[in-house]
């Protein structure tokens, strides 16, 4: 067993079916959660970017590194021109002209700037954000400069097609009119998904190893739309992105988040190009990590699936150090996995189960 891997070396290790010296770890977790994990560990000094599509993925990399994550995540920020501004008393505008509230865990969507669209002219008439702006990478770049070489770089691009275009029309509307097939969706999702391209494409540029897609399409229940939807309207547009990264850079893995329970894509995203799946929410139905082991995991890698909803917020100890061990023992052998939370590590969780976690990753996770 080689004990010398870098963070780096052990993450490409996995991802390409190799057993390293331990499973690697990327948690990620939200502001409250960094300010407590600030003040137990004695930092104070860590970063947290204006990022309106990837905030929690792509913060709080001083804290992480320094527990144990093996992966820093990069994204596009705010350009220099269109910072993210509160306009009055809680009320946050973004670069996207979408409107949000701040609330005790996460700021909620309130006004959509095309919740009037009807049109395809009334898409081309809404100033799209340009995904190459002056100072979208700054963050990013520094961050790969500074740990490019011995810790593997995600770039996110999550909110791929999908999720951005329901945030700006609303969700319900969004999906009516996908229903009904109302041509503005159509050239909607194709100018959400070019700047989503550029965005992954200079991500590789600049160093990333892994690229982040995604959109939620899975409830705990199942799919928010049917299979055959998803297939008729994502698939190709999500092979078509995965084909222009590939394309650049051959060597690129492409890591796919979905929430919820998404199992009956999981081999078309496969077919498409998708090497690692995210989050395998355990508590979703159908999202068994060891089935999903057992049935795809010679062909995909596998990233999450431990409860941020159940055992780790909500448990003892004890319950943590369990759940730890469950998903290493349904996924790590043969390489593979990636040991991360189904989502991102919310303010119910204690600082003292968060250190934990790290502990006991490190401890089961040795090969």
């Known amino acids: 067993m080689d004990t010398t891997l870098s963070p780096k070396e052990r993450v490409l ?21 960094a300010e407590k994990l600030s003040q137990f560990l004695g930092i104070s000094d ?10 929690n993925r792509i913060s709080y990399t001083e804290l992480l590194v320094h527990l144990g994550n093996d992966i820093v995540g990069i994204a596009a920020c705010a350009p220099t021109a269109g910072p993210t501004r509160e306009i009055e008393k809680d009320i946050l505008i973004n670069e996207w002209q979408i409107k949000f509230r701040k609330t005790d865990l996460y700021a909620e969507m309130i006004e959509h700037p095309l919740a009037h669209a009807e049109t395809v002219a009334d898409i081309e008439a809404f100033e799209f954000p340009d995904p190459l702006a002056e100072g979208r990478f700054d963050h990013a770049k520094s961050m790969a400069a500074k740990y490019g070489k011995q810790y593997a770089i995600c770039g996110d691009a999550e909110t791929t097609i999908l999720e951005v275009s329901w945030y700006l029309v609303g969700m319900e509307k969004f999906f009516m009119d996908l229903a009904m097939q109302k041509d503005y969706v159509f050239a909607l999702m194709d100018r959400v998904m070019a700047y989503s391209l ?11 190893d892994i690229i982040w897609l995604g959109d939620d399409v899975g409830t705990q229940q199942g799919m928010m739309i049917s299979p055959k939807m998803w297939r008729d309207v994502f698939k190709e ?76 917020p909500f448990g003892s100890l004890a319950d943590v150090e369990q759940e730890v061990q469950r998903v290493i023992t349904a996924a790590a052998h043969g390489g593979g996995y990636i040991l991360a939370g189904a989502h991102n590590i919310q303010p119910d969780t204690s600082v003292e189960k968060v250190v934990k976690l790290f502990e006991f990753a490190k401890k089961y996770g040795t090969y």
């Open 13 to 33: 290790h996995t991802i390409n079916f190799q057993e390293p010296d331990r499973v690697p770890i990327f948690i990620t977790i939200t502001p409250q959660v």
């Open 46 to 55: 860590y970063t947290h970017p204006d990022s309106p599509l990837a905030e």
């Open 198 to 208: 550029g965005v992954a494409k200079e991500l590789i540029k600049i160093g990333a």
């Open 237 to 312: 547009r999500m092979r078509y992105v995965i084909k222009e990264l590939k394309h650049l850079n051959p060597e690129i893995k492409i890591a796919y988040h979905c929430c919820g329970s998404y199992f009956p894509i999981i081999g078309d995203l496969i077919e498409i190009g998708v090497d690692i799946l995210n989050a395998l929410q355990p508590t979703a139905v159908n999202m068994d990590l060891k089935t999903i082991k057992d049935t795809f995991g010679s062909r995909a890698s596998l990233f999450g699936g431990m409860d941020t909803q159940g055992a780790i």
